[in-house]
């Protein structure tokens, strides 16, 4: 900002703030009205994410249903707000997490519901099947795995999708492999019965395992639906890289490296901030007809941000507007140019 101090009147500020500043302003302002502006702009501007995929005649039904839920780590420097993970080391001190739980619609690739918790805190307290509705599917990480809430998204209709858990115990009912003509198994579909110790309820569902021809091993999904195909079921599992590509497009573009306080309420304000700035970025994003990726979009609005300029017409012929602009300057009298 003090380089960009001459340009900064349109902002009203008078004087550049300090960082001490900042500090005192993020100690008294709540975190949540950073998070009702986030959720005001992804409510306003929902239908910009969706456009595209939901028209597109190829896309299959079930993606309209389908939500993407899983978490991501930001380090911190001390372990006394927010718990980190893993043991204590030998020499220094341990450091904190603070672990964000994002839920996506799987064609819009913006977070639409987010929570934060410690990184101590285990993936399954966040999933709350009372927050979605019936006939919806979301793919989860295996970490979310308890059959207590599973079964009430079953019970409710909501439909899951994750990845099974090496350690599960389960009564099978039903064995099905299907092979190529090779002799190689191609599918292998188990309806199974879970029931926990300790705990009155029983949960049915399926287990598909498949071999995955990049990872060369094989993989087996959890689900407690029983009418959809096999491939649909994968498929759904396989969308889960949208949120995953999420997470590392705000992690290389906006990283979260220094916190102006060490407080709760701090560090949620910087982190909705990103989550701000990344909102805005697709809105942009979804305007501008010319292709641009993230990093180069996020690149150009740095640089256009303390400039009065009309961003689509820089953004969608960046030629055509540099020429247009170097039209109207006036050469400056007795002055040689770069080339002269």
Known sequence: MTAESRVLQHLGLSHIPRRSTLSDA????????FESIYMMLYQQNKHLFSSDSRNNPNTPAW???LKIMDSTTISLFSNLIFKGVGRHPKKGKKKGGL???SIINANEFVPCDVRFTSAATHNHFLLCPTDLQENEIIALDRAYINY????KMSQKGVVYVTKMKKNLVFDLVEDKMFQAPSGQMTLRVQKVVFKPKNKSITHKARIITYPDIKKKKLTSLLTNDFDMSEQDIIDIYRKRWMIESLFKQIKQNFPLRYFYRESANA?????????IANLLLMIIKSHVKKRWSFSGLATMIRILLTHYVFYRSVLENPEKNWKSR????????NQLTLFD
């Open 326 to 333: 170097l039209g109207k300057l006036d050469k400056p009298p």
């Open 267 to 275: 560090i949620k304000i910087q982190v909705w901030c990103t989550l």
């Open 99 to 101: 672990k964000v739980h």
């Open 26 to 33: 993020n100690k008294r302002r709540s975190e949540k009205i």
């Open 63 to 65: 993606l309209k249903r």
């Open 148 to 151: 207590e809430k599973f079964e």
